[in-house]
């Protein structure tokens, strides 16, 4: 009896670490998707590049600087990997339909044939009206979205919301 007991455990054990390692080797299989968001202050620098055409009696801390990165690493198994980002200009602009983006500027480097990808965007925003709630509120909605192809043509996709992400220095 005890050898059966013996021979039960061993093999619950086994059949565990088998589901286990199949259950890792999954996971490893998705790209790492990294999302940082932050809002600061402008500089003294940043404030007098402003154009203040437009804006009655503007001050420096009417305005603030979005700084949006996201980087995307992939293991090898991976094919087809498709980045999608939501227009962060429209996401400022459409919260109470003025006009609040002003400047920015933006890059990416995202070849299929690389195992990363990267983007980054800055911009610049007329915040006055706007507490930190409400401006994590404009981008809660927002999502990147990551999909690729596994090694066994399984379709699959990964989404990071914007809003949660964004940090106020």
Known sequence: MKKVALLVTFFLLAVSMGVGYYVGKQKAAEPKVKVTAVVYHLTDEEFQEVDPTGFINPTKEDFRKFVFDLNVTQPKEIRDRKVTLPPMKEGINQ???????????????????????????????????????????????????????????????????????????
């Open 95 to 169: 919260y109470d339909n003025s006009s609040r983006y002003l400047s920015g500027e933006s890059s990416q480097q995202d070849n299929p044939l690389e195992d990363f990808a990267r983007y980054h965007e800055e911009f610049i925003f007329y915040a006055k009206g706007l507490d930190n709630s409400t401006i994590k509120g404009i981008y809660r909605p927002q999502m990147v979205t990551v999909s690729w192809t596994t090694k066994e043509g399984e379709p699959k996709s990964k989404q990071v919301g914007i809003g949660e992400r964004i940090r106020f220095k």
